[in-house]
């Protein structure tokens, strides 16, 4: 099945400063990859996705790149900010008739002043 | 609000119990997830339901017992459970059920003792 790797597990990072996250992902045929962010006791939320025929993807202070050929994926959040900090699941979704989401374990990204 | 309700909110049991979580939705999806949240652990799919019937069940132990009697509500039904079941059991649901732009509720914080 599918195996999900992502690193660091925790990130701080200052201010108006750049964060990197990246995955890894083992299925070549998987096809779809959100990333989902999840602040201290509330819910995961979907923040960006991208899928397999598009090579990189923006959203205001957010981009997530994929590189099918590594089998790997990042997050990149430009200009932090406090509210940024949460815990940052990725995730690979292979493809076929048992097509199944597998997360990463998370990173924790703290945003110091 | 997301318009995916989760309750009890908190929940502690001993391993004889018998006790049931509910998730309702009012976004007008057609699938409905069950996770499971455990420190330092991936999201683990426990169940997923497209349409009222299940389309999915991960290995998951006879102890939780799915339901979902329409496609608004979702309830997992625990009896005896270990205390290594006590977890943030997320409910999650979605236009269809290929895993994508999934919308979270809070969470059940279980604690089995």
């Known amino acids: 099945g599918e195996n999900v790797e992502q690193h660091p597990s925790t990130l701080s990072v200052q201010e108006g400063d750049s964060a990197v996250i990246k995955c890894t992902y083992s299925?070549?045929?998987?096809?779809?990859f959100p990333w989902y962010k999840q602040e201290l006791g509330k819910r995961p939320q979907l923040i960006i996705d991208i899928r397999s025929n598009v090579g990189e993807k923006k959203d205001q202070r957010i981009a997530v790149t994929l590189n099918k050929t590594a089998k790997h994926f990042s997050l990149h959040i430009t200009e932090t900010q406090p509210e940024d900090s949460a815990v940052y699941f990725c995730a690979a979704r292979n493809t076929g008739t048992a097509s199944k989401l597998t997360f990463g374990t998370g990173t924790r990204l703290q945003v110091t002043l | 609000e997301t318009g995916v309700t989760q309750t009890p909110r908190h929940l502690v049991m001993g391993m004889t119990n018998k006790k049931s979580l509910k998730c309702e939705q009012h976004l007008g999806h057609n699938a409905m997830y069950w996770y499971k949240q455990s420190a330092k652990k991936p999201l683990e799919l426990m169940f997923v339901?497209?349409?009222?019937?299940?389309?999915e069940n991960n290995s998951v132990p006879s102890r939780f017992s799915p339901e979902c009697p329409n496609s608004s509500h979702l309830f997992l039904h625990l009896h005896t459970l270990q205390p290594e079941d006590s977890a943030l059991y997320l409910c999650a649901s979605a236009t269809e059920s290929q895993y994508e732009k999934l919308f979270f509720g809070s969470g059940t914080q279980l604690s089995v003792l």
């Open positions: 299925d070549s045929a998987s096809n779809y």
């Open positions: 339901y497209n349409f009222k019937e299940q389309t």
